[in-house]
Structures are given as C-alpha cells and as structure tokens.
C-alpha cells in the first residue's frame, strides 16, 4: 500500500464547516497529490506537493487549501465547505520520476 | 486544456474473451502512458506503463501506443470476471512547475461468467 494512510475514512459534515483531511506516508516520498474523483469527471488533481512548504495548484484547486510542514503529512482543507465538494478524495505518492502514482485509500467526504 | 478521452462504457465481454480498452490524448508532445485500474469502492492502482509505439506485454495484460494517431488501448487476454473494474488512462504532462498526471474518466468493464 506505499505506506500511505488517509484520515478520516468517511465523513459527514455540514454546509460552512472547515474541514481538513490527513495524508500521511511513511517512505519519505517527495510527491504527493490530493485528487477528488467524482461520477462523470473522473480523477482530477486539486493541490500537489514537491516538498516541504512547496505545493502548487492543480486543476480544481478552488475553495480548497494545502499544508506540507513535514515530509510525511500533507493536508487538505477545505475552508468552509460546500455541497459541490462532495465526492471521495485521495491522496497518492509518486516515484521519484513523477510517473507513476500510488494511491491512498481515499476519503468519502458528504457534505450537507 | 490537455484532455485524455475513455469511452465511459460499461464494456461487457464474456469471460475468456479479449477485452479492449481504449484511450485518445490530446497533447502531440505526450512522452509517458499508463493504465491504473479500479475495483469498485477501492483506489486505482497501476498496472501497465508504457513509452515508446508498439506493443507492451505483461502476463494478460498488453499495452499498445500509437504516438501518430494520439491513441493507446489495453488488451486483456482470457478476461476473467476479477477484470471486472474500471480502467483509468492516464498521460503525463510536463507543462506547469512539476508536470503531473493527467487521467481519463475510465471505462468500465464488466466480465460475465
């Protein structure tokens, strides 16, 4: 599994609320990714990270924020949260070529 | 916007038949492809990469890549009905400060006993 956890597994919450979900790694992995899947859109990158403190924007990287203060922990938040954010969220490590990808577990975020 | 296109399916094929996956990329200057596959409820997962035009083999699994027609496609030998999943494509890009990964929005395939 690449050593990749995610936190939480599933959660609920409402309309407004902050919201902040956890990847962690144990390989030291310089990469890593936070993408939401959706029905009908597929895999789409929000925020990535190239090290400590460096992370970019991804492709739908509006209403959500990123953090990376140490190698193994790289989180999401989402501000305030809305209904359009509902979907399943993962977090992936890449190798050191930036190709190949390995996933977390993912998160199943509701909100309502 | 560089695009990478499935049809969404679902593609239903008996078991022991050859399935085909196939996938369009938009971006001529594409390098890098892959196939991930996903069980339902569970995260993708790679199993093939390939790089240069031609046939890729592993075990069941073939991958072939056109870079001319912008195309590449997974070939399944003696489907069996654990292939039952959704298969991701997806295309390096290099643009932007890092490049990244961009995926297509799968095509499921259902295996019948």
């Known amino acids: 599994d690449a050593g990749i956890t995610q936190s939480p597994r599933h959660k609920v919450t409402e309309t407004g609320t902050p919201v902040t979900l956890r990847c962690h790694q144990t390989?030291?992995?310089?990469?890593m990714y936070w993408y939401r899947q959706d029905p009908g859109h597929g895999l789409r990158l929000i925020h990535y990270?190239?090290?400590?403190?460096?992370?970019d924007k991804g492709e739908v990287s509006d209403g959500y924020s990123v953090s990376r203060s140490k190698t193994e922990d790289f989180l999401l938040t989402l501000e305030s949260a809305t209904s359009s954010q509902t979907s399943v969220y993962f977090c992936?490590?890449?190798?050191?070529?930036?190709?190949?990808?390995?996933f977390g577990s993912g998160t199943q975020l509701s909100v309502l | 916007q560089k695009e990478v296109e499935q049809n969404s399916g679902p593609l239903s094929v008996p078991e022991g038949a050859i399935a085909s996956l196939n996938c369009t990329y938009s971006?001529?200057?594409?390098?890098?492809f892959f196939w991930y596959r996903q069980y339902s409820g569970k995260s993708p997962e790679l199993i093939m990469s390939?790089?240069?035009?031609g046939d890729k083999e592993d075990g069941r699994f073939t991958a072939q890549l056109n870079k001319a027609s912008q195309y590449v496609s997974l070939l399944i030998r003696d489907s069996q009905p654990s292939d039952s999943a959704t298969y991701l494509c997806?295309?390096?890009?290099?643009?932007?400060?890092?490049?990244?990964?961009?995926f297509g929005k799968g095509t499921k395939l259902s295996v019948k006993p």
């Open positions: 992936a490590i890449a190798t050191i070529d930036r190709e190949k990808l390995f």
């Open positions: 390989e030291n992995h310089r990469y």
């Open positions: 990270s190239y090290g400590v403190k460096d992370t």
């Open positions: 971006d001529r200057g594409s390098q890098s």
């Open positions: 390939i790089y240069s035009n």
């Open positions: 997806a295309v390096m890009n290099y643009g932007g400060s890092q490049g990244n990964l961009i």
